[in-house]
């Protein structure tokens, strides 16, 4: 059983920063080879959730929104089986409930699943609050 466990979250001001962690367990035989799919998302009130970022650990591959890039790093501890999301100026816009999402998919899938949301194993969600 895959489960995922989220944390990092909290409230800055304008400009500040925050580092997500998202401690996976269950899934250790995908872990030796990277050949699966990690995700953050994030849902503010009243809007639909939408895709943060992704990465594929067994290719390096890694993916960000638009609104996000150059301010957010994801990344993930083999060792550790954590993934994280390195969040540095940080903008009220980016207040929303923030979740970690996993699937076992190819390379190919993964931006796939990054726009259907349709990945099997997601964690609980940590809330960050960004105020002006």
Known sequence: QVQLVASGGGSVQTGGSLRLSCAASGYTYLSRSGSYCMVW???APGKEREGVAYI???RGTTYYTDSV???FTISHDNA???LYL???NLKPEDTAMYYCAA???TPWQ???VFGTK???YWGQGTQVTVSS
């Open 41 to 43: 998302f994030r849902q």
């Open 56 to 58: 594929y650990p067994g």
């Open 69 to 71: 890039r150059g301010r």
């Open 80 to 82: 550790k089986n954590t």
């Open 86 to 88: 390195q969040m540095n």
């Open 103 to 105: 699937d076992d998919t």
């Open 110 to 112: 993964c931006p796939v």
């Open 118 to 120: 349709k990945l099997r």
